[in-house]
């Protein structure tokens, strides 16, 4: 799933392998936080919610304004 994401953001000048790896940090704090607040028998809603965390990481590392930060949360 990381990948899949970092190859839509491929022409950034940060260059793939950092966008790969912002990734998975995303995917890491996906699974800690969900781990910590769901239940761990929903697979369809951990993907759904490590989507956003890995965007989340991505945009963070290129610099893009996310839909949280526009709304004020970040």
């Not at 392998?17 to 910590?36: C, E, L, Q, R």
Request: net charge negative; proline share 1%.
């Amino acid at each position: 799933l990381s990948i899949a994401f970092a190859k839509k953001y491929e022409g950034y000048e940060e260059g793939f392998p950092m966008i790969v790896a912002a990734g998975f940090t995303g995917w890491n704090k996906a699974i800690k936080s969900y781990t910590d607040h769901f239940e761990k028998n929903k697979q369809n809603e951990f993907i759904v919610y490590s989507t956003w965390w890995i965007k989340e990481e991505i945009c963070k590392l290129l610099g893009i304004k996310t839909s949280a930060e526009n709304e004020g949360g970040g």
